[in-house]
Each structure stands twice: as structure tokens, then as C-alpha cells.
């Protein structure tokens, strides 16, 4: 494995099911997590409407791939960020939202949720800090 | 000649929504499916001008959408009515065609 460590963000900016993006980004960074990379995850625009709490895509004939996303934690996935002027422009707040809970699993350091709300200017600090972004 | 209006795509993402009820004559139906559903919630910057459309027009919303996309019916703005897909052939049928605002 690469001994380079880098800082991935993957910039989430599609509701579900109406396209595929959403359910793309979920392959890949379930996928990159084989890499050993820092992989941080953001939400923007309709992008927060992939974490809402209580999807049942039963009457739709689609797969419900909402549960993956309370175990990125398992895959490598260091924290989750979530825009605060998207969800409230959509009527939402951080108790629409799932949580994921996080584990290291060599120090044994623990993390019962690893979403943050933040605001636009942090938004703006990560995409500068990370190394790659990855758009969908 | 009655038009039954439809919108797919979220109004925070495209204008669909917005050129439709611009558009849409007094009496028309309007129907958001897929991601056209998250405009009938409470709450949310559209719900302004979908509560004014709702004077002048009927406004439904798909339930297996909302549903799939967790949001309960009673987030939805009152007035606009859910229907199943059988009530989304119905309006099809009861209009005289039908406009896809993509």
C-alpha cells in the first residue's frame, strides 16, 4: 500500500434516486476506502437530502441504499460535513439527518456521530485544505 | 383544454418548478414526482410560491416518492393532495395532455 496519505473530499451535490450520482459516490468512496486515504465526505445543495432519516423506497421499485451511509465509519470515513444553508433552505435540521458513528480501530477511539453541520465558510476551508475532490 | 402539469427535477437544483407555475394557466393541475417532490414540503425557501400557486391551481404530489425519499406526508404544504400512482394516471387521463417540465 501507498505510504502517501492523502486528503480526499467527496463533494456530494445530488438528491438520490432522481439520478444516479448519489448512489455513484457511495460506490466510490466504498471503494476507496481499499486505499487507506483521509476521506472526508461533504454535502451541499441537494446533496443533504441523501442523509434524511426514514427513506423507504419500497413503492418506488428502487434499492433503499440509505442504511450504507450509517457505516461509513467502518470504511475509512473520517468525518461528514453537512451545509448548514442548504438543509435550512430545504427545511431541515441535523435531527433529519442519520448518524454515523465511528471507531478507530487500533486506539479504540470512539465517535458516537461524525456529522457536522457547518457553516459556508468552512465549506469553502475544506475544498481548499483537502488534496483531491471528488464532484458528484 | 386542460393541461396537466408535470415537474421531475428538484426546484432547488433547476428552474423546472418555477417556469411551470409561471407558465401554467388558472385551473391547471400540477403533479411533482421523482425530485420534484421535495418543493411540497413545509419549511423549505419555495414554500412561498408554491402556497400563492395553490390559489390558482390544483398541486399534487406522488406518495412513493415522498415516501422513498423520507419525507412523511405530514410535511407536506397543506392544500397540495397525494396521490398514488393510480391517481398519477388518473390526472393524466382527466387532462387533455399532459406538459413535462424537465
Known amino acids: 500500500m501507498s505510504e502517501v496519505v492523502k486528503k480526499f473530499l467527496y463533494l456530494n451535490r445530488k438528491a438520490p434516486y432522481g439520478t444516479i450520482y ?16 483521509e476521506v472526508s465526505l461533504m454535502f451541499v445543495d441537494d446533496g443533504v437530502y441523501q442523509l434524511l432519516k426514514g427513506q423507504d423506497t419500497a413503492g418506488i421499485g428502487m ?31 441535523q435531527d433529519d439527518l442519520v ?3 465511528w471507531e478507530d480501530w487500533e486506539t479504540g477511539e470512539e465517535k458516537e456521530n461524525i456529522v457536522e453541520v457547518v457553516d459556508s465558510a468552512r465549506v469553502s ?12 | ?20 407555475l409561471k407558465f ?9 414526482f421523482e425530485d420534484g417532490v421535495y418543493a411540497a414540503v413545509t419549511g423549505t425557501s419555495a414554500e412561498d410560491s408554491v402556497k400563492a400557486a395553490l390559489d390558482r391551481l390544483s398541486i399534487y404530489v406522488l ?9 412523511s406526508e405530514d410535511r407536506v404544504v397543506e392544500g397540495i393532495r397525494v396521490v398514488d400512482y393510480a391517481g398519477f394516471v388518473d390526472l393524466a387521463a382527466e387532462n387533455d395532455k399532459v406538459q413535462a417540465w424537465l
Open chain 2, 24 to 32: 401554467a394557466r388558472d385551473g391547471a393541475s400540477v403533479l411533482l
Open chain 1, 125 to 136: 476551508e475544506l475544498m481548499e485544505e483537502s488534496d483531491v475532490i471528488f464532484s458528484f
Open chain 1, 99 to 101: 448518524q454515523i458513528a
Open chain 2, 63 to 71: 406518495g412513493p416518492d415522498l415516501k422513498a425519499r423520507g419525507l
Open chain 1, 63 to 93: 434499492k433503499n441504499f440509505s442504511p450504507t451511509y450509517r457505516t461509513l465509519g467502518d470504511y475509512e470515513v473520517r468525518s461528514v460535513f453537512v451545509d448548514q444553508d442548504s438543509l435550512a433552505a430545504r427545511g431541515l435540521t
Open chain 1, 22 to 37: 448519489a448512489w455513484e459516490s457511495l460506490e466510490v468512496v466504498l471503494i476507496g476506502a481499499a486505499f487507506d486515504q
Open chain 2, 1 to 20: 383544454m386542460s393541461i396537466l402539469h408535470t415537474v421531475n427535477k428538484s426546484t432547488f437544483e433547476r428552474n423546472s418548478l418555477e417556469s411551470c
